[in-house]
């Protein structure tokens, strides 16, 4: 059985990969001295790791398609542990491991999840969470198919779960996976599970700041068929009672980041200086209500990472000037210069410059190719990645590796940790009631 290994959190591990990311990098300005940054860094992880490392958790769970673990992190924030992830994209769990030391390179499994099915590595636990890869159902996807191989791979969900038995599951997909629910309900039905109505729920109904709706499906082990609808009910209720009616705002999420502008340097990735962004910046205060809620119970100080532009030509970068926010592709003001003018039809939304004080639109994976669907409200740039993950609702003290690309499309493929927490709570109320009898 893989566990999380006995001598806690790997400090070693840590100042590994931090060393690694800070050598790619070039401060062409000396605006910041990256050695004191690198030892700020190491003391407060190993603060911050050390709480985490005593008693903090309460129930184990299993992370399926974890990717950088967005999922993984509002169940954390309740009182659950990770004991086994598995994602196929080495980037992402690369991620995953450098937030979460005290587990082993053997609990982080980096493969396909069918590449594994012959294999008895899922042990019993409370909870298996994950959600599998949706773009064959995804409503932003205009190629969709029908027989999508992707479709499928929530058979794999449910191998695992047949061989880890936990009491409860919590499978997270677009809408568009509903399509398949009666076969879905069926198939777990198969192995002992009842699979409950979904709910199809976005961040702004709880009062966060981004429009994202996706489906949450639970479902709950035969054993307990006797009170399956008490167990829904508690859910539900927990999650319910949790909305907001004061829905925060793109600029409440990231108002207090420092301001940036666009990298006009090509072919610079690890280039970096005080215009254009760090990828390690020091520390910040924790003090904004948005800041306070993301960062959970940290200090007053937290690391301000990831936080840099990506690179723009001079026509895309007077484009953000000239649109206001709110226009998009089809605004009159830049139709001189706008490159997809001539399938305005297909492309109105390549280009939309977004609005402070309403909730963000969805944050996706497409930012890995560029930032013209998220152009800053007030600055002539795409969102930073450490924007994304503030609209996401990701700790600032989350540090996103891999190359800069791969960290937006690790924000854009996450789970919101905050829609997570809310969700962790429902699962925690149900697993009390399930230990209690």
Not at 135 to 151: A, L, T, Y
Not at 270 to 294: D, H
Request: some cysteine.
């Amino acid at each position: 059985m893989l566990q999380i290994g006995d001598n806690g959190y790997n400090m070693e591990f840590i100042s590994e990969q931090l060393e690694k990311a800070i050598s790619k990098i070039k401060i062409i300005d000396d605006s910041v001295d990256m050695e004191k940054i690198k030892k700020s860094l190491l003391h407060y992880y190993s603060e911050k790791f050390e709480k985490w490392n005593n008693g903090y958790f309460e129930y184990d769970f299993i992370d399926l398609f974890c990717g950088a673990g967005g999922l993984s992190i509002g169940l954390e924030q309740v009182g659950f542990r990770p004991i086994i992830a598995i994602d196929k994209e080495p980037s992402a769990l690369l991620t995953y491991r450098f937030n979460r030391p005290w587990m082993t390179s053997e609990s982080i499994i980096n493969d396909d999840i069918r590449n594994l099915v012959d294999e008895q590595i899922f042990p019993h636990v409370p909870v298996v969470v994950g959600g599998p890869p949706c773009q064959g159902f995804s409503v932003v996807n205009k190629h969709k198919k029908e027989n999508d191989e992707r479709n499928e791979l929530y058979k794999f969900y449910v191998h695992a779960v047949d061989q880890a038995k936990p009491e409860i599951f919590l499978m997270e997909n677009v809408e568009g996976i509903l399509k398949l629910y009666e076969r879905i309900q069926g198939d777990f039905a198969e192995i002992g599970y009842t699979v409950c109505m979904p709910l199809v729920l976005s961040p702004k109904e709880f009062g966060f700041p981004q429009s994202r709706k996706r489906a949450f499906i639970l479902g709950i082990k035969n054993t307990h068929a006797d009170i399956v609808e008490e167990l829904y009910d508690i859910f539900t209720r927990t999650v319910y009672n949790l909305k907001n009616e004061k829905i925060l705002t793109l600029w409440d999420a990231i108002g207090d980041l420092p301001v940036i502008e666009a990298k006009t340097l090509k072919n610079s990735t690890y280039v970096e200086c005080q215009a254009w962004g760090y990828t390690f910046a020091g520390m910040q205060k924790n003090s904004s209500e948005y800041a306070k809620l993301v960062n959970c119970d940290a200090g007053e100080d937290v690391p301000l990472l990831n936080h840099r532009s990506k690179y723009n030509n001079e026509r895309d970068i007077q484009i953000y000037h000239l649109l206001k926010p709110g226009e998009k592709s089809d605004a009159e003001s830049i139709q001189e210069i706008n490159p997809y003018k001539s399938r305005s039809d297909i492309f109105r939304d390549k280009f939309d410059k977004l609005v402070a004080n309403e909730p963000c639109k969805a944050i996706t994976a497409h930012m890995y190719y560029d930032c013209n669907m998220y152009i800053h409200p007030t600055q002539a740039r795409g969102l930073s990645p450490r924007e994304a993950a503030r609209v996401q609702g990701f700790p600032d003290d989350y540090l996103f590796l891999g190359t800069p690309n791969e960290w937006y499309r690790q924000i854009g493929n996450a789970v919101s940790p905050l829609m997570a927490r809310v969700l962790g709570e429902g699962l925690k109320c149900v697993l009390e009631r399930i230990f209690e009898r």
